[in-house]
C-alpha cells in the first residue's frame, strides 16, 4: 500500500505554498481524473491538496467584453450560464457533449485542460510508454492505433490529448491564467498544450505548485457564430474519435473571421492554422471548406489503424463551417 496524505488549502497562497512544498503533489479539484489515476496505480501523486475552498468557481464577464471563467467552476455550470450560451456556444456545446451529466457535475474546467490521455497503454501500466516511463517506448505505434493522434506526432509519442472544451478554447483564443510560486502568468491556450517532442511526460509549462486560476475568453464578435461538431463511436459518454470547434464570419460570401481547431486527431487541441489562412479573403462555400481542410490535412501522419481519421476530419471541418455558415447546428 502506498501511503497518501492530504491538505485543504484555505486561499489561493496557501494551496501554491502546500503544492511547491511538496515534490510529489497535485491539486484535487473534482477529483473525477485524479483519484482514477491514483486508483489504478498510475498516478506518482503522494499528497493531494484539496482547492475547493478556494473563490474560484465564478463565470462572468472579462475585460474587453471578454469572459472569465475561474478554474473550479464545474463544466456544467459553464455549459449552462446563459453568457456561454450566447456569447461561445462552441465551449457550451463542447462541455455538453463530454463525458456524463455526473461527470459534469463534478469536474472542474481546470481539472479538464489537465486531464491525461486515454491511450490505453498509457493507462494499462505494464505497456512500453515514453509518457508514462520516458525512454522505455510506445508499444502505439505498432500496436491497435485507432484511436490514435494523427497530427503534431513524435516517432516518441502519438498519444491524443482528450478534452472537449480545451479544442472550443483554444479555437477561440483563450488564455489560461495561472499564479505559483513565482507570481502570475496568462498562457496562451494554443501554448498552455505542448507537442509531444523528445519529452512527452511533460505535458503542460506548469511549475511545481502552480496553479490555474482561471480562464480568459476574449470577446471577439467571431466567438458568438461558433460551434463544436463531435464524432465518437457512440453518441454518448465518449471520447471524441474527430471533433471540430469553427467560428465564422462573412461578408457578401467572403471570409472575413474563421477558427478552427481540430479534437481527437491532435497530440494536442489542434489549431487549424493552415486551414483558417487558406480560407481568409476567400468565399465561402463547400468547395472552399473541402480545400482549407485538405491543406490541414496535407501534414496529418497515419499509423497502421487509423488513416480513416484523414476523411473522416476532412468531412467534419467542412460539416462543422457549413453549418457555422447557415447559423445552424451540426
Ligand atoms: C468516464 C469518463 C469519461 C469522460 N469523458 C470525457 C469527454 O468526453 N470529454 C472530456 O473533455 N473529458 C472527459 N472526461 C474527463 C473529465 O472531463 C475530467 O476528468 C475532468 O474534467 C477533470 O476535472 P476534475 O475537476 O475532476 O479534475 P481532478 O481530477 O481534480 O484533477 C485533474 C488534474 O488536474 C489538476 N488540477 C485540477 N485543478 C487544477 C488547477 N486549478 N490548477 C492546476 N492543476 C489542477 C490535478 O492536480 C490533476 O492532476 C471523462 C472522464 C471520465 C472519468
Ligand atoms: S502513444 Fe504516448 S501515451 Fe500511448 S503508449 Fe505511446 S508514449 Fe505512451
Request: hydrophobic share 45%.
Amino acid at each position: 500500500m502506498r501511503p497518501l496524505t492530504y491538505s485543504r488549502a484555505t486561499d489561493i497562497d496557501d494551496a501554491i505554498a502546500l503544492a511547491a512544498a511538496n515534490p510529489d503533489s497535485a491539486f484535487l479539484a473534482g477529483g473525477t481524473t485524479e483519484v482514477d489515476l491514483i486508483r489504478a496505480g498510475m498516478s506518482g501523486t503522494r499528497h493531494l491538496v484539496d482547492i475547493n475552498d478556494l473563490p474560484l468557481s465564478a463565470v462572468e464577464g472579462g475585460p474587453g467584453g471578454g469572459l472569465l471563467i475561474g478554474a473550479l467552476a464545474r463544466m456544467s455550470d459553464v455549459a449552462r450560464a446563459p453568457s456561454v450560451v450566447r456569447r461561445y456556444p462552441a465551449i457550451s456545446q463542447a462541455l455538453l457533449l463530454s463525458a456524463s451529466q455526473q461527470l459534469r457535475n463534478m469536474a472542474s474546467i481546470g481539472g479538464n485542460l489537465r486531464q491525461r490521455t486515454r491511450c490505453a497503454y498509457f493507462r494499462d501500466g505494464v505497456s512500453p510508454c515514453n509518457k508514462r516511463e520516458p525512454g522505455s517506448g510506445c508499444a502505439a505505434l505498432d500496436g491497435w492505433n485507432r484511436g490514435h493522434a494523427i497530427l503534431g506526432t513524435s516517432e516518441r509519442c502519438i498519444a491524443t490529448h482528450p478534452s472537449d472544451v480545451a479544442v472550443a478554447l483554444v479555437a477561440l483564443d483563450a488564455v489560461i491564467q495561472t499564479m505559483g510560486p513565482d507570481g502570475e502568468r496568462a498562457i496562451p491556450s494554443d501554448d498552455f498544450f505542448l507537442l509531444p517532442g523528445t519529452t512527452p511526460e511533460t505535458e503542460q509549462p506548469l511549475a511545481r505548485g502552480e496553479l490555474i486560476v482561471g480562464i480568459a475568453v476574449p470577446g471577439a464578435p467571431v466567438a458568438a457564430r461558433s460551434t463544436y461538431l463531435k464524432f465518437r463511436d457512440r453518441q454518448s459518454y465518449e471520447f471524441a474519435l474527430v471533433s471540430v470547434a469553427a467560428a465564422l464570419e462573412t461578408d457578401d460570401g467572403i471570409v472575413t473571421d474563421v477558427r478552427l481547431a481540430l479534437g481527437g486527431v491532435g497530440t494536442k487541441p489542434w489549431r487549424a492554422r493552415r486551414a483558417e489562412a487558406a480560407l481568409i479573403g476567400g468565399p465561402a462555400d463547400e468547395a472552399a471548406f473541402g480545400r482549407a481542410a485538405s491543406a490541414e490535412l496535407a501534414h496529418a501522419v497515419a499509423r497502421e489503424h487509423n488513416a480513416f481519421k484523414i476523411e473522416v476530419t476532412r468531412r467534419a471541418m467542412v460539416r462543422a463551417l457549413s453549418h457555422t455558415l447557415k447559423g445552424a447546428r451540426p
